[in-house]
């Protein structure tokens, strides 16, 4: 038998070498020449073979080869075996992605390059924590139906520290762990306590991560406080969620130089629109203004200008400000705290749209037609100054409510806003046209007293002046990423996927029981949804609907593949309007900024690769989800400490979740959610009911649906697993029994009244 031949590789010069050239003193070939050689190999290749094929014979150039090869392989991009053979990482029947725990101990593992998540049994957890990125290998399919993995290698701890609550117990000390997705105890070395009191707030550090024979160990570094203290619960979330909270020496020694007005030769270069009537809207509570809009009618329709704050100017690539930023990957807003992304001298200073002082910006101009197109747009660096300092309730007032005295104070702005009011119903009807969709949620505010008491929730209402910035940032958002695609600038997109196929067939199963239908097939539409939604206005289940329509929608994240966003029903979207708390607008600015001005405007030119992109795409998806999880964490955690002196008390509610364990009851007025136990259902068995979004009793029928009103009394609050438990009330019971005696057979009715008799 004849041997195969081995394939040749074809080689070409690295495509990227201009850019390798100028970041490096002794480039070497680039991450994607290094890809596209063993793609083209068609085999797996040693370093010393990448490094000949690469015409490398230098000392230093070898080493250097030897990093690049091992921070490929650190990244998930190289996969290395046993005999030192690298290859592409797809090609070996692998998935690379992050760990998500789950809290009854298994994972999931969600692939870097999208797709199916990956099921990781709790055996396979035991190695890794949540938030860890590794490479894992499919082992089969599970009885549910779900691929299965088995970690390979882990390529990036995400859990260094660990907030919880140590006990000793028996002569062992161990911290459990406040973040329900680590559900592995940290052990701790009597001597690495700290201090420690039983049931106390610690932070513990790992000093040795999991492994298949062991579990985490760690060492107490702070002692946080007891377990009710004040402020507490923003000072668990903040370390059990890692979340940086002090600014490196590095920060503060280059921040030291910043004064707090803008220097006159920083705006001397830029467009003059200190005297265009900018206004910023935002809410009463802010502190940092990074938009301002000023909206003008034309012959034709509106030139609206759309002023973002130019942070890009204070934060440049590579320095210790930049570093810090793109870790946080946003701020995180907290009730009544905020951890910022950027320092307070820039984020509430001089990236702040504050009033009456000079500002840089950096301005997307549009003009608007009479039908609600975006005829034409720019983007330009300027100098500017807000008019006013306005809040939405403010503006609302003027708007809607005619408020004379409010018109009067601010009667320099008052044609910009109504021109802005005007541009806005236009912008409404083309966006109801376009299909987007319009999910109508209640956001709530906790009101405190003295002592950081919680006085009461309060519901969030969305004015008009609320839906006039919505649009004014959606449309420059959109025109910044149809300037930055024509021109094919790396960049990240916000993307939003359309909903997975097992949650649309869920959906479709629930609403074929109801007398509905979803347009669209196997790939519905943002418009479907729509429609969808405008058709169920009036029904009394309403609610109940456009919940299970939310819940069948997938989540949005970073990308820079443009694949569009769902649910605004647009081709093209990023973040451009929020630099100052979000990187990825940051990274926008720096794109536009490069096509502007740089000298070599070409993409290949740019700080930034795809390759680049897509890593902090991943990154800043990442952490939009730690804040979210933190500042969820926080308010469940003031919510139950809000509930605490209120057990045995009666509430109305609405069901807000059914699963096979109870019902998810959210009480009116209030916006606390608790769980009705199965358990807690008495006097006959139920069943779940996964398409009908409904527990169905045995022997009555009786239904428990998703959006049903129902009574219920706290009967426990957990501050410590941020959980209440419900119970249904005594006149909620008392008519399950009576729908029980009526599904029960006569005779069987006559028997119980007869012993009733002769008990008497």
């Not at 070939?29 to 490094?51: C, G, N, V, Y």
């Not at 921070?71 to 998930?76: H, L, N, Q, S």
């Not at 956001?443 to 919680?454: L, M, N, Q, S």
């Not at 926008?588 to 993409?603: N, T």
């Amino acid at each position: 038998m004849t041997k195969k031949p081995e394939k040749k590789v074809r080689f070409t010069v690295d495509p990227h070498a201009e850019r390798e050239a100028s970041k490096y003193e002794s480039p070497i070939p680039s991450r994607e020449f290094i890809l596209a050689l063993l793609k083209e190999a068609d085999r797996l290749m040693t370093r010393e073979e990448l490094t000949a094929a690469c015409n490398l014979t230098e000392e230093g150039d070898v080493e250097a080869m030897r990093r690049r090869l091992r921070a490929m392989e650190r990244d998930g991009q190289l996969l290395r075996n046993r005999r030192g053979g690298y290859g592409l990482v797809e090609r070996m029947d692998m998935v690379r992605g992050r760990i998500i725990g789950h809290p009854d101990g298994f994972g999931f593992l969600v692939p870097d390059e999208g797709g199916d998540d990956l099921f990781m049994s709790p055996r396979e957890m035991r190695m890794v924590l949540n938030g860890d990125r590794v490479v894992a290998r499919v082992t089969g399919i599970d009885r549910r139906g779900r691929r299965e993995g088995s970690v390979v290698e882990v390529l990036e701890r995400n859990t260094h520290r660990v907030v919880g609550r140590i006990y000793f117990e028996r002569g062992i000390s161990f911290v459990d762990p406040d973040h329900k997705r680590l559900t592995q105890e940290i052990q701790i070395p009597p001597e690495d306590t700290g201090g420690a009191e039983h049931g106390q707030f610690v932070t513990a550090e790992i000093i040795a991560q999991p492994s298949r024979r062991a579990g985490p160990i760690g060492r107490v570094v702070e002692v946080i406080g007891d377990h009710m203290a004040p402020g507490m619960e923003i000072d668990v979330a903040i370390r059990a969620h890692e979340l940086p909270l002090e600014w490196p020496d590095a920060v503060e020694d280059e921040i030291q130089h910043l004064a707090e007005t803008v220097p006159a030769e920083a705006a001397r270069e830029r467009e003059d629109l200190r005297e265009l009537p900018l206004v910023t809207i935002d809410g009463a509570d802010s502190r940092d203004f990074d938009d301002a809009v000023f909206c003008k009618r034309t012959p034709r329709g509106w030139r609206l200008t759309v002023a973002i704050a130019d942070v890009s100017h204070y934060v440049k690539p590579g320095t210790a400000l930049d570093t810090e930023g793109q870790l946080r990957g946003n701020s995180v807003y907290f009730p009544e705290r905020v951890i910022p992304m950027l320092p307070e001298v820039l984020s509430n200073g001089l990236c702040s749209l504050n009033p009456d002082v000079d500002r840089l910006c950096m301005v997307c101009e549009m003009y608007v037609d009479e039908e609600g197109k975006i005829t034409r747009s720019r983007f330009t660096d300027a100098v500017m100054r807000s008019h006013a300092r306005l809040t939405y309730d403010e503006v609302a007032a003027m708007l809607i409510d005619g408020d004379q005295a409010l018109r009067a104070k601010y009667a320099g702005v008052i044609d910009n806003l109504e021109q802005l009011h005007a541009l806005y119903k236009v912008l409404r009807k083309i966006r109801s046209k376009r299909g987007a969709i319009d999910f109508e949620t209640t956001e709530t505010r906790i009101a405190f007293g003295a002592d950081r008491k919680i006085e009461r929730i309060v519901p969030v209402v969305r004015n008009d002046a609320h839906k006039i910035i919505e649009e004014c940032m959606i449309a420059a958002n959109v025109c910044t990423a149809r300037f930055l695609g024509r021109h094919k600038m790396p960049t990240l997109y916000r993307v939003h996927e359309g909903p997975q196929a097992d949650k649309l067939t869920d959906l479709r199963e629930f609403l074929g029981e109801l007398g509905l239908s979803l347009g669209g097939g196997d790939k519905p539409r943002a418009g479907d949804y729509a429609k969808l939604l405008k058709s169920i206005q009036t029904r009394p289940d309403a609610h109940l609907i456009q919940t299970v329509m939310l819940r069948s929608m997938s989540q949005a994240r970073y990308s820079p593949d443009n694949i569009g966003h769902f649910g605004l029903a647009h081709d093209d979207y990023l973040h451009f309007t929020s630099p100052i708390r979000r990187y990825p607008d940051l990274l926008v600015h720096r794109a536009i900024r490069h096509h502007l001005y740089a000298e070599d405007k070409s993409p290949r030119a740019f700080a930034y690769t795809t390759s680049d992109m897509q890593s902090l795409g991943e990154h800043c998806s990442m952490t939009e989800r730690r804040a979210d999880e933190a500042t969820r964490d926080a308010v469940d955690w003031l919510k139950c400490e809000y509930m605490l002196d209120k057990v045995g008390e009666e509430y109305d509610g609405i069901i807000t979740s059914v699963t096979s364990f109870g019902i998810f009851v959210e009480l009116q007025e209030i916006y606390v959610e608790g769980l009705v136990h199965i358990t807690a259902l008495q006097n006959d068995y139920y069943h779940f009911d996964p398409a009908g979004h409904r527990l169905r009793g045995d022997r009555t029928g009786r239904m428990y649906r998703l959006g049903d009103a129902v009574q219920v009394k706290v009967v426990r609050v957990d501050l410590d697993e941020r959980k209440m438990d419900f119970e249904l009330a005594a006149s909620a019971q008392s008519e399950a029994e009576k729908e029980i005696e009526k599904a029960a057979p006569k005779s069987g009715r006559r028997k119980t009244r007869s012993k009733r008799r002769r008990q008497k």
